[in-house]
Structure formats: C-alpha cells, structure tokens
C-alpha cells in the first residue's frame, strides 16, 4: 500500500504501520467477501485505511479488540458503499415460512441477505455488533472473541444474545423478516 501521508508524529506513524500490517488481511478478506473482486477488494482496502488515518486519535490500543472492530468495520462499510456503487443491487426477499422464529445464524449466512443484515446491523450498539461481527463474519470462537475484546466468554455469550435479539428486531422493523 502506498500513501503518501503526513504524520504529526513517530508514534502516530508507528501505530498506523502497525494496524496495517497487523490487520490487513483481516480487512482485504472481509472486502473481497463482499465485493467478490480482488481488485475492487483492494480498493476498498486503501479507501479505508485513509479512513483509519484520519480518525488515528481515535484509536488509543492498536492492539486491543477495539481497534480490530474499528478497522473492520470501516472497511466493511467502504466495501459495502463501493458495492452499492458498482451496480444496482436487486431486491432481496426472504422465503415466507410456516414458522414465526427468525434464525439468525441462517440468515447471516445467507449471501443474498447479507447485505442487508450488516446495513441494518448498523442500528445495534458497537459493544454488541463487534461482538456479533468477529462471531458470525469472521467465525470467531466466545474464547478468541473474548480475548480479542477483552471480556470474559460469559460476556461474549451475553453479548451475542443481545445482538441477536436486537437485530432480529430491526430485521422485523425493517421488514426482512416476519414477528
């Protein structure tokens, strides 16, 4: 990645090297998972780590499960705004079933509703949804989650419960899925 940037500081230019080497991978998965095009993915890639730069003082640990949350999502959100660019997306329905429950896990794992879900995921508390992002898009096990984070594996639990339960109820509200 070349940028040409200017840090007011070693340390500044020191932890941006190291989110960078540290999480992009992590960053150029998730974007090529959306766009589906490693050059697109790439893009997408360098447009958020501008991003990271810019907003740097926001991030005090790069190290720290926060700031994973912090890159990932960025660059989900550049990958999904580039997505929404390149061509218009077609209107995804969910199947009507008999049954009234809403299974979460199938639904995120669907790829023609995740879009959908992360965009609406975006109505959910960051404490949640980074909890519910490194559990259901990067397959993360509550022990790793938890590290990442640093909480406990009962927290993660709670946490995801609470994501879960919170976006099944914007999922309703926003009429992807029937109470």
């Given at each position: 990645?070349?940028?040409?940037?200017?840090?007011?500081?070693?340390?500044?230019?020191d932890k941006f090297e190291l989110l960078y080497e540290k999480y992009k991978r992590l960053c150029l998965k998730k974007a090529h998972?959306?766009?589906?095009?490693?050059?697109?993915?790439?893009?997408?890639?360098?447009?958020?780590?501008?991003?990271?730069?810019?907003?740097?003082?926001?991030?005090?640990?790069?190290?720290?499960?926060?700031?994973?949350?912090?890159?990932?999502?960025?660059?989900?959100?550049?990958?999904?705004?580039?997505?929404?660019?390149?061509?218009?997306?077609?209107?995804?329905?969910?199947?009507?079933?008999?049954?009234?429950?809403?299974?979460?896990?199938?639904?995120?794992?669907?790829?023609?509703?995740?879009?959908?879900?992360?965009?609406?995921?975006?109505?959910?508390?960051?404490?949640?949804?980074?909890?519910?992002?490194?559990?259901?898009?990067?397959?993360?096990?509550?022990?790793?989650?938890?590290?990442?984070?640093?909480?406990?594996?009962?927290?993660?639990?709670?946490?995801?419960?609470?994501?879960?339960?919170?976006?099944?109820?914007?999922?309703?509200k926003e009429g992807y899925a029937g109470a």
């Amino acid at each position: 990645m070349l940028l040409l940037l200017s840090f007011s500081d070693d340390a500044s230019r020191d932890k941006f090297e190291l989110l960078y080497e540290k999480y992009k991978r992590l960053c150029l998965k998730k974007a090529h998972d959306i766009l589906r095009d490693y050059a697109l993915a790439e893009d997408a890639v360098s447009e958020a780590y501008l991003r990271v730069y810019k907003n740097l003082d926001k991030i005090d640990d790069p190290l720290s499960g926060a700031a994973v949350a912090f890159v990932v999502t960025i660059t989900r959100n550049v990958a999904l705004t580039m997505l929404a660019g390149e061509k218009k997306r077609e209107t995804d329905e969910l199947e009507d079933t008999q049954s009234d429950s809403l299974d979460l896990e199938e639904l995120v794992l669907s790829r023609e509703t995740e879009r959908d879900v992360y965009r609406v995921l975006d109505g959910v508390s960051e404490e949640l949804r980074s909890v519910f992002v490194l559990k259901f898009a990067y397959d993360l096990s509550h022990r790793r989650i938890g590290e990442l984070l640093g909480i406990t594996e009962n927290n993660v639990t709670v946490r995801l419960h609470r994501a879960k339960r919170k976006l099944a109820e914007l999922l309703v509200k926003e009429g992807y899925a029937g109470a």
